[in-house]
Nanobody, 124 residues
């Protein structure tokens, strides 16, 4: 089981940037694909981005493509989400997740371990 701790959330004005980090501990980090999801109040948790074990394969939700960038540092057991040009509709709790699958999933139930989440609030 991977233990995941997110950080980097906060309050930012529209058009601003934030970088989220997710530090993993437990098993070998490079054996896991990683993903970011978000959940706004009253809404279901939704896919944001995912990255394969080596970092060569990445996927993005249409709503964030071109604004967000996912990356990972296997030497630091950390996955990042760089968020630029933030919009008020990006406001949510952001969760990182780990999957033992050999590809980076885009579906929530294909992830095995979850962090506690970090709040991102974008003001207009």
């Amino acid at each position: 089981q991977e233990q995941l701790v997110e950080s980097g959330g906060g309050l930012v004005q529209a058009g601003g940037s934030l970088r989220l980090s997710c530090a993993a501990s437990g098993r070998t980090f490079s054996n896991y694909a990683m993903g970011w999801f978000r959940q706004a109040p009253g809404k279901a948790r939704e896919f944001v981005s995912s990255i394969g074990r080596s970092g060569e394969i990445t996927y993005y939700a249409n709503s964030v493509r071109g604004r967000f960038t996912i990356s990972r540092d296997n030497g630091k057991n950390t996955v990042y989400l760089q968020m630029n040009s933030l919009k008020p509709e990006d406001t949510a709790v952001y969760y990182c997740a780990a999957s033992g699958r050999p590809y980076p999933p885009v579906i929530l139930y294909e992830y095995d371990d979850w962090g506690q989440g970090t709040q991102v609030t974008v003001s207009s």
